[in-house]
């Protein structure tokens, strides 16, 4: 579909997609992808299930976050001609922890007429928010930590903050992320939300060391976690 702001620029669409739960997707995400001229996503093969489970047949191009500068020329010229680009991530909304920023950002200063739309929709980190039962009027986002360099004044950062504390962590790291808020504070009141929209959801609270021995007892640790750790 040709589409053209009256400007004669085209649109970028950043559009979030489900974190599990393919019925998680909006009315107007699905429109987007269905009407737009062409897609850029993290991730070809995930948005090719996506596309194939809403019976949607559009070209898709990866833009991943090691290819967003060299890539977003590519987009910004075809917004030049008036195209309709939507950029999807492999899970909930593109930059949060994600690719999109920089492109939007290079979008933004070539391009300043093309318009930049956000097609909001599901993110680990409010749907995680939605059931710990924690006042989410203020808290901070603190995704994945670094795994080295900054590490540990990251830990004590977030055990010493007045709001809630949300990260990111993955299978691999989630008992060694536990053990370290134990070290450095063993009484804090931590949520780990596991595998939000999909068969086995579950939310855990605990201390670090109780959250540890929950998660221990299964055979193997596996699914996406957020951890929110609490003021104390
Ligand atoms: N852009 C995504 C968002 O809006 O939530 C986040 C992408 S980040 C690369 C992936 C991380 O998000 C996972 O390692 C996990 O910490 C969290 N995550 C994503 N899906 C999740 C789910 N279904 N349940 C729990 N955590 C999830």
């Keep these: 579909m040709e589409f053209a702001e009256a400007n004669g620029k085209g649109k970028l669409s950043v559009v979030a997609t489900p974190i599990g739960n393919m019925g998680d997707i909006t009315f107007r995400a699905l429109w987007n992808l269905k009407e737009c001229d062409v897609i850029y996503a993290e991730d070809t093969r995930v948005t090719a299930k996506l596309l ?33 680009v939507a950029y999807v991530s492999d899970a909930g909304t593109p930059g949060i922890s994600d690719p999109g920023a920089r492109l939007v950002a290079a979008v933004r200063e070539a391009l300043p007429e093309a318009k930049i739309e956000a097609i909001p929709g599901p993110s680990a980190l409010t749907a995680a928010l939605s059931i710990a039962g924690i006042s989410a009027d203020a808290f ?64 855990l609270y605990g201390t670090p060391s109780d959250l540890a021995a929950q998660l221990e007892k299964k055979k193997a640790v596996r699914g996406e976690f957020v951890v929110i750790v609490e003021p104390h």
């Design 140 to 203: 901070s986002f603190r995704g994945f930590l670094p795994h080295k360099k900054g590490r540990q004044t990251a830990l004590k950062k977030i055990v010493s903050s007045d709001i809630p504390v949300v990260l990111y962590e993955s299978p691999h790291r989630i008992l060694k992320l536990l053990k370290e808020l134990h070290d450095v504070a063993p009484g804090a009141a931590v949520t780990v939300a596991r595998e939000l929209t999909k068969l086995h959801e579950e939310v």
């Design 52 to 84: 194939a489970h809403y019976g949607l047949r559009k070209s898709v191009f990866r833009l991943d976050a090691a290819m967003e500068g060299k890539k977003a020329n590519e987009v910004i010229s075809r917004l030049e001609k008036g195209k309709h």
